[in-house]
């Protein structure tokens, strides 16, 4: 996979989180990342930033809107995060594209992410990326999300820590169904134990 790439986000916001047990967890976020149209924001599209590992220098992921208000995405790519390879994003392959087309599978509540779901789900080899419904170029239908209804769902992560691989989710609401769409990250957690997996929505 790719290493993350340094931010330029609209908005960053440090979660330090809790540790509990093994678990860090986030508590209620509530971030909104709405669609903004050509001319505002980064690069012309509404995004947020998000820092889940403490004393880093920067944000870990970007969420929010690619070039079009039907193709949110979750990126730690290295020139819009800033964790240089610590943390990646858990996507359908984009196989021999390379482009950062895989698609972010809709992952619901109780799912274990651990080894087994980054194998199913290896991310991009290029474009440490997820989209959740369409790929950059308009031309076929990636992940497992919706442009229709209002999805709550979770996306997984794998972090390469100083002490081994651990893993973590995301949790996210996705509403296109208003003008502007936004996509709310609720909350987060990941299991600071190396190579322990943690369910979807456990935090603690």
Do not use: C
């Not at 809790?18 to 971030?31: F, H, R």
């Not at 170029?137 to 100083?162: H, K, M, P, R, S």
């Amino acid at each position: 996979m790719s290493k993350p790439r340094s931010s330029v986000a609209l908005a960053s916001v440090l979660a330090a989180g809790a540790a509990q047990g093994a678990i860090v967890y986030s508590g209620p976020l509530n971030i909104v990342s709405t669609y903004s149209g050509a001319g505002a924001g980064y690069d012309g599209y509404g995004r947020k930033a998000i820092n889940i590992i403490n004393n880093d220098d920067g944000p870990d992921f970007v969420f929010g809107y690619d070039t079009a208000s039907d193709k949110p995405y979750v990126d730690a790519r290295s020139s819009i995060g800033a964790t240089n390879g610590l943390v990646y994003v858990l996507a359908n392959s984009d196989g021999a594209n390379g482009n950062g087309n895989g698609g972010l599978p809709a992952t619901p509540v109780g799912t274990t992410i651990d080894s087994t779901y980054a194998a199913r789900y290896p991310g991009n080899g290029n474009d440490n990326e997820g989209l959740m419904y369409e790929n950059d170029g308009n031309t076929a239908i990636v992940g497992g999300w919706t442009n229709n209804a209002i999805i709550d769902a979770y996306v997984g992560i794998e972090l390469n820590l100083q002490s081994g691989t651990s893993y973590g989710w995301l949790h996210f609401k996705d509403n296109p169904l208003t003008t502007p769409g936004s996509l709310l990250l609720e909350d987060w957690a990941y299991e600071s134990t190396p190579g322990i997996g943690i369910q979807t929505g456990e935090t603690g």
